[in-house]
T-cell receptor, first 112, second 118 residues
Framework: RKEVEQDPGPFNVPEGATVAFNCTYS??????FFWYRQDCRKEPKLLMS???SGNEDGRFTAQLNRASQYISLLIRDSKLSDSATYLC?????????????FGAGTQVVVTP | DTGVSQDPRHKITKRGQNVTFRCDPI?????LYWYRQTLGQGPEFLTY????????KSRLLSDRFSAERPKGSFSTLEIQRTEQGDSAMYLC????????????????FGEGSRLTVL
């Protein structure tokens, strides 16, 4: 079983719609959680960190559920430019910040 | 450009040859990481440095792989006797505990060095 798992998708989303997807992690001691966005053949870029209380950044909302060991990302009012692969990343080690475990990514395709 | 830069961006080599990648991190970042990403997978941690010290190596990093960061600035990743299974994108990232408002752990990735072993 992989330590960080994501639904690979693709999630086909009409422009303007809402899409949400989860990422599960196996290590209950995990400390930090992140969502990265990766465009085709490009480097990952941090989309947002995920805080215990949940957090929102514009059209993006991230949630953490420690009891069930998953994080979620919700995208509202989807734009064509939101089409990308969304990678979740988990840091299970207290002092090894930056040493992240990534999921394989969830592909989102926003259609006109 | 003050981001992470990697060189070369693309490398095609024959099996058995040696290759070396270079990474220049963001100048004020003291931590530098190497990750490897294959098609359809997320990045996998290989190794990281704090300043010039290599603090950890993944078991993915076989003895054919060696990484250095001699002066605590740029880093090199060398692969000796390349194999077809080494074909991947090699990503360098840097970070700093004082990255500002984001918690420690935000990685700034370079554009990667794509290796194809024939």
């Amino acid at each position: 079983r992989k330590e960080v798992e994501q639904d690979p998708g693709p999630f086909n989303v009409p422009e303007g719609a809402t899409v949400a997807f989860n990422c599960t992690y196996s290590n209950s001691a995990s400390q930090s959680f992140f969502w990265y966005r990766q465009d085709c053949r490009k480097e990952p870029k941090l989309l947002m960190s995920v805080y215990s209380s949940g957090n929102e950044d514009g059209r993006f909302t991230a949630q953490l559920n420690r009891a069930s060991q998953y994080i979620s990302l919700l995208i509202r009012d989807s734009k064509l430019s939101d089409s990308a692969t969304y990678l979740c990343a988990v840091n299970p080690w207290a002092d090894s910040w930056g040493k992240l475990q990534f999921g394989a990514g969830t592909q989102v395709v926003v259609t006109p | 450009d003050t981001g992470v830069s990697q060189d070369p961006r693309h490398k095609i080599t024959k099996r058995g040859q040696n290759v070396t990648f270079r990474c220049d991190p963001i100048s004020e970042h003291n931590r530098l990481y190497w990750y490897r990403q294959t098609l359809g997978q997320g990045p996998e941690f290989l190794t990281y440095f704090q300043n010039e010290a290599q603090l950890e190596k993944s078991r993915l990093l076989s003895d054919r792989f060696s990484a250095e960061r001699p002066k605590g600035s740029f880093s090199t990743l060398e692969i000796q006797r390349t194999e077809q299974g080494d074909s991947a994108m090699y990503l360098c990232a840097s970070s700093s505990r004082t990255s500002g408002r984001v918690p420690p752990g935000e990685l700034f990735f370079g554009e990667g060095s794509r290796l194809t072993v024939l």
